[in-house]
């Protein structure tokens, strides 16, 4: 093919700007890392979380078409009553009669509010059911300046080159001809029904195409909720990918929340858990276990070229403490009795923590037998 003469090619600055950096990925961007629990937490509170519009509409659908069902005929007696009592006083009522209005308006006011009633509580479900939760924030309405400047670069991005915009396209032309075929295939079925109404009264053949449109309705809202799986999990997908971090932003991350004195009783926990779950190792390598003698049982140990002190490395009560001196004696861990001392420090030592150094002088005789014990 021949080149465009430079003359009648369009000039760069009318041509759209498109840049290969729009169909990058999160692992193309440098963020390649899973998003923590912080992140997602904050992304949480904002409320940004991942969630499906299908889900929403189709039961914003669905169930106030149900409630119009099962209300059909109270409202149709409503609308009869609405009509005979406006047909009763339009000849003698005057048009600034307020009684008319406020009649009008309390009628409408009773039969809209179930639905709209009904439409609320739909809507308010299917969020809670997506969010796992009630979620209140005013950070999504909060007024900013970089929403009301138009972003034609990242809009394009992201409803037309992206994954995203690729999945709402096919999902939306999927939504229409999977409507558009229920459609058909009802319309289809009642065609001989269809063709009888001209022969019946306007009262049967109103209530026929009533019922037809509800069906249609039905069958729509069912077909969103269907949907909606598979766009939840796609949505659920983009959204982790686009909480994922670079690894400068985890370690930044990390060292703004390691001062955090929940994250640290949360660390200090779960090291507390984990030293549980190794409690007959740890007694076993123990030096000494101080005892109450029943009640309260601390074991000890101490490496002068490893730790800084001595270090609890299990401690409990009644049958926990019962259990570390059955564990010591099978190991051969020396049993000594100080009620005070295993008090003490039963209530103020931590397992894995070094003890405080106001209690170094009892410890040190006790030690210092034991080593005697050992031949030390």
């Not at 570390?324 to 000594?336: D, K, S």
């Amino acid at each position: 093919m021949m080149a465009l003469p430079s003359s009648s090619r369009p000039p760069e600055s009318l041509m759209p700007p498109i840049h290969l950096q729009w169909f990058a990925s999160a692992e193309d961007e440098g963020r390649t890392e899973a998003p923590s629990d912080l992140k997602l937490r904050k992304a949480r509170e904002e409320g940004r979380i991942a969630k499906s519009q299908e889900l929403t509409g189709g039961l914003v659908l669905l169930l106030p078409v149900l409630t119009l069902i099962l209300l059909a005929p109270w409202l149709l007696r409503g609308f009869v009553q609405i009509i005979r009592f406006y047909m009763e006083r339009c000849t003698t009522a005057s048009p600034a009669d307020g009684e008319l209005m406020m009649e009008f308006l309390y009628a409408i006011v009773r039969m809209v509010l179930p639905i709209a009633a009904t439409a609320m509580v739909a809507a308010i479900a299917a969020n809670v059911i997506q969010n796992k939760g009630f979620i209140f924030t005013t950070k999504t309405i909060e007024p900013k300046i970089s929403k009301i400047l138009p972003k034609f670069g990242e809009y394009f991005k992201k409803t037309l080159f992206s994954f995203e915009g690729a999945f709402n396209v096919v999902k939306s032309i999927v939504k229409v001809a999977v409507i558009f075929i229920a459609a058909y295939l009802l319309i289809r079925s009642e065609i001989p029904q269809l063709l009888t109404l001209m022969q019946t009264n306007f009262w049967d053949g109103v209530v026929y195409i009533a019922d037809m449109t509800a069906k249609l309705l039905v069958i729509t809202a069912i077909i969103f909720i269907i949907i909606a799986i598979p766009d939840y999990i796609v949505q659920r997908k983009q959204f982790m990918e686009s909480m994922k971090m670079t690894k400068q932003e985890v370690k930044q991350e990390y060292k703004e929340t390691e001062g955090d004195p929940l994250v640290k009783g949360k660390l200090r926990q779960y090291m507390h858990e984990m030293l549980r779950r190794n409690m007959p190792a740890a007694v076993a390598k123990s030096d000494v276990v101080i005892t109450n003698p029943t009640h309260y049982a601390v074991a000890i140990q101490y490496d002068n070229t490893t730790m800084a002190g001595p270090m609890v490395t299990a401690k409990g009560v009644d049958s926990l403490a019962r259990r570390i001196r059955e564990i010591a004696t099978e190991n051969r861990v020396p049993l000594v009795e100080n009620r005070p001392l295993a008090r003490a420090l039963y209530a103020e030592v931590e397992i894995g923590e070094m003890v405080p150094e106001n209690y170094y002088q009892a410890l040190a005789v006790i030690l210092a037998n034991v080593y005697n014990m050992k031949g030390k």
